[in-house]
């Protein structure tokens, strides 16, 4: 359906672009179709062209509640706002940008917010290098020769006070500002001059930011670990120094206004102590290994507060009195006061632990903070708390969970496993903190619609840190392996459970062997649990990368006993429970139970060896790093060749094993596979990440794609999307014939698309539709260019790719091929050209627009089945690229264009226009029409189109005379058309004049239904309205009588019912 769209040109030549609803779909060559027309066939070997994205399935994850040291608050102004990531970043205190903050890469290391709201950035202004303690004869580094710190302004922006910390400059990590009276703060640090001025690890700084002179507390002999100055203007200082000011003062010390110490404060065992507070009624505070303390305003009668459990790492590191005579404590500790409180809590000021508080929500079961321990943390005026640890964190006055907290950009997230179960509920794993708003640290349940169940709430559980494989039970309980997770009882696991509620089961206990990892579990209908990895014990028992629990969740004694795999550093990568009960193993090994199995076998039901199944001589030698079987017992496999840079390679196997040749076997060449898919039909999918010395660049390498297989190995035409970046880590097939991609990918054929998403619609059996592919025409100057028009329809732009072929048709028996191809694309808004593609410079533009493009290019043509084009095949990375054929790969936003093909000779040409985008979306190409020269023999128009999915009803048209009423001369007088059906060579139909054909009514009604412009009474225009089979066709338009001329071919999709 549509209309007439002119598309003027600024040369005087028009093409039309007509609205129909004709979408190009990817195919593969047949050469004896392109030796005869010049045209090329589809094979139609997977039909996936209903698959879309499902545009209602976006669950939003996000990582930052809880993420890495680069992913924390630095500090926070007066007014709550929050400073982070090293102070490039800040937010309102709802989590949304402060667009006024906008601070250059400068090479900042931290960034402080003094009490007066000014900010303080800290830099590295050198580097040396030193000598290695191991070997003094050799230089070690970088050394940090020197920093500065240096007063910002509003925006974030370094201004001229500042001052430099010479070459020992602390590096505030380890120390901190702290406010004084009138605007001073005070410092310290490990430096021992500031701007010049001799100031060892303590000086007084004044608000402008220069030094305070008359403040100096002579020389420390070691490090101050922490200050807190009194109300009355007295400062107390501890650390590691065992002499301040000349005298022997170790650890502890009082120092006046001045800087000159306090004799009147002698306190009890002054060494050894951790971090000193004075609370709210004049007691100081003092943290000692295991313990805190209380005492006078001197620093003596020590009483014991509380007792605390540290997890190893010494020491309280800091206090905050507040209300009432209470403080806040933080620190490495799991209980304190026989209260579990890891890391914070709020002791009354009888030394009891208030239970009001608790900030376990965040603390007891997750990750960690950085360090081992909370390193500050900062109250707000209302009472809230902003704990500084790795994670964006705020807290209500109780300990809980700030939710009005809800950052806009959190880091991305990063999905790296997927379950489904059997209501078709999904669980993912991964690197993410939150989902949809709710906290899910690590491990999530989303129902069918992408929502978050709020019955499964593992809280701000991470369940390991590096999460390889998650499988589902009939109870539908959730098994989590990966590397060693740390648990909220400090036991560190590679394989845990989470009860159908999401709370980890107490009750398991698995030990394994130290650096061990669990990188598959699958789970039967008994409930018995199969695992593999790199491991050698489990519970003692010796099992060499494979293992089995019982449905009690004890080892099975029985199972993979000893050493049944064997091979050099044996790892079991893939577990699948087939449809008949048996087990597909896939790793790096050599045999089973002494039986030569190379990297993949099947177990029967019972146990033992499918002696059918012998993929040996596929695998010969191979690792297989990922795989899938079918129903019928198949499988799709990726596997690996080598240890460094290891080459990778995908294999369809049949039920015996034996290796299906692949059509295009170059698709996967220097790429990772990340995980394979099978869909019903054999349809195989293979994630790809293309890689360079197996690093994958993504300004040396074409994006990650999908890439599907038939049983057969001819590849896919259809479902091929690409992800803006990183790539999909995990697939998962629905029973509903969608498949769900996870990964850390954040958009995918430039729609926004993050971390997961579903691909619907491959089970559906789409109605039939014709899909346009190429025109072959004469090519000259002037009138005789060849000229093509298209409409990118929907509402977001199309990746189109669009070839100009000249050169390469040589190959294919076409004398007198163009020799020189020129192709220019113009939209109809704009005169000026959007692309020009020179003989062998191609235009690439956008993202594509990279060191090396033609690599990404060239993998394009063979993910959308196109021929290759002469001398563009290269053997490898950074190979050269030499053809003469014309090339534009471009992003066009929805409308009309028109492309130009022209040469230096007057010669056959074929014009390509390709939808390069995988996905189907509210967008596709329709083409409409293409307007040549007609002359003699070979001279002329030809016209390729497919008929797919079942019969369909078209109108096909040879205009020439109506040419006239858009103003072309030299029009073709008497046009006539033939339609062949390419596979039979058979002629279908053909036509001179389209009032001679008995249905000029119908013709006339169905031109009035597609939008296309009339044929006066009378005229010598063809057309004709035919029902074909699906199949390839050709529209040949030649002259009557030797007549030559300006035509137009056109192919319209014509309703059923017509």
């Known amino acids: 359906m549509g209309s007439l769209i002119p598309v003027s040109d600024p040369s005087g030549e028009r093409g039309f672009a007509m609205r129909i609803q004709l979408l190009i779909r990817q195919f593969s060559i047949s050469q004896r179709f392109l030796r005869w027309t010049g045209l090329f066939a589809l094979s139609a070997a997977i039909s996936l062209q209903a698959a879309r994205v499902d545009p209602d399935f976006r669950p939003v994850f996000g990582y930052g509640f809880g993420g890495d040291d680069f992913n924390r608050f630095e500090a926070v102004m007066p007014d709550g706002r929050l400073v982070l990531n090293n102070g490039y970043e800040r937010w309102f205190v709802d989590g949304s940008l402060d667009p006024s903050y906008d601070p250059p890469n400068d ?9 007066t709201g000014q900010l303080v950035a800290h830099y590295r202004t050198g580097d040396t290098m030193h000598p290695c303690k191991e070997d003094p004869l050799m230089e070690c580094g970088p050394f940090e020769e020197s920093r500065e710190l240096v007063w910002l302004d509003s925006s974030g922006r370094k201004t001229d006070v500042g001052f430099d910390l010479g070459p020992d400059g602390s590096s505030l990590s380890s120390g901190e500002f702290y406010p004084y009276v009138n605007g001073q703060h005070l410092l310290y640090g490990a430096f021992e001059s500031v701007n010049g001025i001799t100031r060892s690890r303590l000086a007084r700084i004044n608000g402008d930011g220069s030094v305070d002179t008359s403040f100096d507390a002579g020389f420390l002999s070691n490090k101050v670990r922490g200050i807190w100055p009194q109300a009355d203007g007295k400062i107390l200082v501890w650390g590691n120094f065992i002499e301040f000011g000349g005298q022997s003062l170790p650890g502890l010390v009082r120092l006046k206004s001045d800087g000159t110490i306090d004799s009147t404060f002698t306190p009890d065992s002054p060494s050894g102590g951790g971090p000193v507070a004075e609370d709210s009624e004049g007691r100081i505070l003092r943290a000692f290994p295991g313990a805190i303390y209380s005492s006078d305003a001197n620093g003596t009668n020590l009483e014991l507060l509380v007792e605390y459990e540290d997890s190893g790492r010494m020491e309280v ?21 026989g209260v579990d409180r890891p890391f914070l809590a709020r002791v009354n000021t009888d030394g009891s632990v208030d239970t009001g508080f608790n900030a376990n929500a965040v603390l007891a079961s997750g990750p960690r903070p950085s360090g081992g321990y909370l390193r500050r943390i900062h109250r707000m005026d209302d009472g809230r708390l902003v704990p500084f640890v790795t994670g964006l964190w705020r807290l209500m006055p109780d300990g809980s ?4 907290l809800q950052p806009e950009n959190l880091s991305a997230a990063s999905i790296e496993a997927i379950a489904v179960q059997a209501d078709g509920q999904m669980v993912v794993a991964g690197l993410f903190t939150q989902a949809n708003g709710l906290i899910r640290s690590g491990l999530v349940r989303l129902n069918s619609s992408g929502v978050v ?35 909220p009882t400090n036991r560190r696991a590679r394989l845990v459970r989470h009860q159908p509620d999401g709370a980890i089961d107490p009750d398991l206990h698995l030990e394994f062997d130290e650096k061990s990892v669990v990188r598959t579990v699958a789970v039967d209908s008994l409930g018995r649990v199969y695992f593999g990895g790199r491991f050698r014990t489990v519970n003692g028992h010796a099992r060499n990368g494979l293992a089995r629990l019982n449905a009690d969740h004890t080892v099975d004694p029985l199972f993979a006993d000893g050493i049944a795999l064997t091979g050099l550093e044996v790892e079991v990568t893939h577990l699948e429970i087939l449809d008949d009960g048996g087990l597909l193993v896939a790793g790096a090994f050599d045999a089973w139970q002494g039986v030569r199995r190379w990297g993949l076998f099947k177990l029967n039901a019972d146990g033992e060896l499918n002696t059918d199944f012998v993929p040996n001589e596929a695998l010969a030698g191979l690792r297989v790093a990922a795989a899938a079987a079918h129903e019928d017992g198949s499988v799709g496999v990726a596997s690996l060749n080598g240890d460094y840079n290891p080459v990778s390679a995908i294999h369809l196997l049949d039920p015996l094993g034996h290796e299906v040749a692949l059509k295009k076997p170059s698709l996967a060449d220097h790429a990772d596979i990340l995980d394979v898919v099978v869909l019903p039909g054999g349809v195989t999918i293979f994630s790809v990440v293309p890689t360079s010395d197996g690093v994958y660049d993504p300004d040396r390498n074409y994006p990650p794609f999908l890439l599907a297989l038939a049983s057969d190995g001819e590849p896919g035409n259809r479902f091929i999307p ?39 619609g491959l089970d559906q059996a789409p109605g039939p539709r014709m899909a346009n592919i190429s025109t072959r025409g004469f090519v000259s100057d002037g009138d005789r260019q060849l000229i093509a028009g298209f409409v990118v329809e929907g509402t977001e732009p199309q990746r189109v790719l669009i070839r100009g072929v000249g050169p390469t048709l040589e190959d294919f028996g076409i004398e007198h091929a163009l020799a020189h191809p020129v192709l220019e694309l113009r939209s109809s808004s704009n005169a000026e050209p959007i692309a020009v593609s020179y003989p062998g410079d191609w235009w690439i533009g956008d993202r594509y627009n990279a060191p090396k493009p033609k690599s990404r290019v060239i993998d394009m043509f063979n993910r959308v089945g196109a ?93 020439g005379p109506s040419l006239e009423g858009f103003g072309v001369t030299g029009f073709l007088e008497d046009p006539q058309i033939r339609i062949i059906q390419t596979d039979t060579v058979e002629e279908v139909d053909a036509n001179d004049n389209w009032e001679d054909t008995g249905a000029g ?3 006339t009604e169905a031109t009035q239904i597609v939008g296309a412009f009339h044929f006066d009474t009378g005229s010598l225009d063809s057309a004709l309205i035919l029902d074909l089979e699906p199949g390839n066709y050709t529209a040949i338009v030649s002259g009557v009588g030797g007549t030559t001329g300006i035509a137009l071919v056109e192919v319209y999709e014509l309703p059923d019912e017509l």
Do not use: C
Not at 401 to 404: E, P, Y
């Open 1001 to 1003: 009514t119908a013709i």
């Open 453 to 487: 169940d709020p019955m499964f709430d593992p809280g701000n559980q991470v369940v390991a840190n590096e999460i390889s494989s998650i499988a589902v039970g009939p109870d539908d309980a959730v098994w989590v392996g990966g590397g060693p997770a740390e648990l």
């Open 722 to 760: 690409e992800f803006d970046s990183n790539a999909v880590k995990a697939m998962a097939a629905l029973s509903d014939g969608s498949i769900v991609l996870a990964g850390d990918f954040d958009g995918v054929d430039g729609m926004d698309f993050a971390n997961l998403m579903r691909v619907v």
């Open 107 to 115: 090479g900042r290391r931290t960034l402080r917010v003094l009490h």
């Open 401 to 404: 969970v700030d939710s009005s």
């Open 317 to 337: 590191k800091g206090f905050l009195p507040v209300e009432d005579g209470a403080f806040l404590v933080w620190g490495d500790f799991i209980r304190i006061g």
């Open 867 to 959: 021929f290759d084009l002469t001398g563009s095949a290269p053997s490898g990375p950074g190979h050269p690229i030499s053809t003469y054929d014309a090339v534009v790969m471009v992003d066009l936003d929805p409308g009309a264009y028109t492309v130009k093909l022209s040469g230096e000779n007057s010669a056959i040409g074929l014009v390509e226009v390709f939808n390069a985008t995988g996905v189907e979306a509210d967008r596709r190409i329709t083409n409409l029409s293409t307007r040549g020269w007609i002359g003699l023999d070979n001279e002329r128009l030809i016209g390729g189109f497919v008929v797919d999915r079942g019969p369909k009803r078209v109108l096909v048209r040879a205009v």
